[in-house]
T-cell receptor
């Protein structure tokens, strides 16, 4: 099946630092989504991207839909302790035939106060 | 706000028991999904449904079945629970591509 390669697998950073993570695929995707999962909870949608080249912000978070449509990036600026969690990318490329998403395996972010 | 609720946060069952996991969404979404999440394996799709009484197999349907009798409710059934079904189970719903997740049910099968 299709795969999304998400990197890095984990990150350990100091509070206040900026963070960058990305997701790549060998296939073209039409939609990219970024989720955050707090420990013991379900994933929460952070940002949705629908157009190649699109750059969207949500507070300190910024995500981009790669121009090749095969990648996406998520940046977090000025990290704080509550940013701790697992960040997942997800993509859709069914062309509307179904609404399934393909998920990356996640980036575990640890923020040291 | 979209709200997806799951019947239990934690569940402990014995091998061989029949297990029902319930999911309810309040946003009139057509699509509903069941995933399991295991360390190192990410989210894996078990089944999904795009309409009442409609269902499709996901990537790992073996050992599971589903029921969708009403639009807002999607149930996951483990006919005979086994220890390898110990996992975090996540339900999601969507109108189109943006999926909204419930809080998850951590199932332990002993």
């Amino acid at each position: 099946g299709q795969q999304l390669n998400q990197s890095p697998q984990s990150m350990f950073i100091q509070e206040g630092e900026d963070v960058s993570m990305n997701c790549t695929s060998s296939s073209i995707f039409n939609t990219w989504l970024w989720y955050k999962q707090d420990p013991g909870e379900g994933p929460v949608l952070l940002i949705a991207l629908y157009k190649a080249g699109e750059l969207t912000s949500n507070g300190r978070l910024t995500a981009q839909f790669g121009i090749t449509r095969k990648d996406s990036f998520l940046n977090i600026s000025a990290s704080i302790p509550s940013d701790v969690g697992i960040y997942f990318c997800a993509g859709e490329n069914s062309g509307g035939s179904n609404y399934k998403l393909t998920f990356g395996k996640g980036t575990l972010l640890t923020v040291n106060p | 706000d979209v709200k997806v609720t799951q019947s239990s946060r934690y569940l402990v069952k014995r091998t061989g028991e029949k297990v029902f996991l319930e999911c309810v969404q309040d946003m009139d979404h057509e699509n509903m999904f069941w995933y399991r999440q295991d360390p190192g394996l990410g989210l894996r799709l078990i089944y999904f449904s795009y309409d009442v009484k409609m269902k499709e197999k996901g990537d790992i349907p073996e050992g599971y079945s589903v029921s969708r009798e009403k639009k807002e409710r999607f149930s996951l059934i483990l006919e005979s629970a086994s220890t390898n079904q110990t996992s975090m189970y996540l339900c999601a719903s969507s109108l189109v591509y943006e999926q909204y997740f419930g809080p998850g049910t951590r199932l332990t099968v002993t």
